[in-house]
Nanobody, 122 residues
Framework: DVQLVESGGGSVQVGGSLSLSCAVSGDEYRGLCMGWFRQAPGKEREFVARISVVGTTDTADSVKGRFTISRGNADNTLYLQMNSLKPDDSAMYYC?????????????????WGQGTQVTVS
């Protein structure tokens, strides 16, 4: 089994920055695709960014150039650096793990999810 715990959310002013972390545990997580998604009230969960086992990344057009995804050297922590935040970035942010080295941007392809951390930009 794989467990994920997000941290780092909070409230920030427009143009500010936040850094999210996701602690991953469980032997099965190694060599996997990891990603960040977000969901605002009344909206569907949407892709934010993902990183493959070899470090290849992809980010949504809406956050490209502002958000950066990375993973720790031991692969047990996932990060999301968020800069130049906008009100539209306000949402619950979730980290997720896909039990495969092949990465997709679709939420339904990720098997394990954290509980989420709230980000509010005003």
């Amino acid at each position: 089994d794989v467990q994920l715990v997000e941290s780092g959310g909070g409230s920030v002013q427009v143009g500010g920055s936040l850094s999210l972390s996701c602690a991953v545990s469980g032997d099965e997580y190694r060599g996997l695709c990891m990603g960040w998604f977000r969901q605002a009230p009344g909206k569907e969960r949407e892709f934010v960014a993902r990183i493959s086992v070899v470090g290849t990344t992809d980010t949504a057009d809406s956050v490209k150039g502002r958000f950066t995804i990375s993973r720790g050297n031991a692969d047990n922590t996932l990060y999301l650096q968020m800069n130049s935040l906008k009100p539209d970035d306000s949402a619950m942010y979730y980290c997720a793990v896909r039990l495969s080295s092949v990465c997709y941007n679709r939420a339904e392809t990720f098997e394990y999810w954290g509980q989420g951390t709230q980000v509010t930009v005003s």
